[in-house]
């Protein structure tokens, strides 16, 4: 049985990231966890239904890719999916780290997200799709014969 891959628009993706970079960065700089909750439930919503289901890939599909031509590829969309849990993660510990006053923690691991969304969306680099394709080299038996 053969298994159709969900394709997604790298600039959908960027998009994304880019809103994602300034709900973090609001994050710290009103030293608030209220922006990193509505992020979090973002970040579920694209690991349980898909980032083209998310709000901000809603969003981006609605209002600003029928302004774009047509994307030049399309992009696997298990990599950004699974960057969307990576970033969930960094997000419920900031969460936990802000609720239970270990602030610090929330403070950093809010920091690591906005790092890694920035360089998705400054430059195109998912550091959570690039883990995602060498854990998936790692688990994959090599074909090639010596």
């Known amino acids: 049985m053969s298994e159709v891959t969900a394709k997604v628009d790298p600039r959908g993706l960027r998009f994304a990231a880019g809103v994602t970079t300034v709900v973090l960065a ?3 700089v009103l030293n608030n966890p209220w922006p990193l909750a509505v992020q ?7 690991v349980a239904f898909g980032v083209g289901a998310s709000p901000y890939g809603l969003l981006f599909k609605r209002l600003v890719r029928p302004r774009l031509g047509p994307p030049k590829e399309l992009e696997d969309a298990a990599p950004p999916r699974f960057a ?3 970033g969930l993660v960094f997000a419920v510990a900031g969460l936990a780290g802000y609720l239970t006053g270990v602030t610090v923690l929330g403070v950093v691991a809010t920091g690591f997200a906005l790092v890694a969304a920035f360089v998705n969306a400054a430059v195109g680099l998912c550091l ?10 790692i688990r994959t ?3 090639a014969t010596n």
């Open 84 to 86: 969307q849990l990576v």
């Open 26 to 28: 609001l994050t710290l």
């Open 128 to 137: 959570g799709c690039e883990a995602y394709l060498l854990i998936h080299r």
């Open 40 to 46: 979090a439930v973002v970040f579920a919503i694209s």
């Open 141 to 143: 038996p090599s074909t």
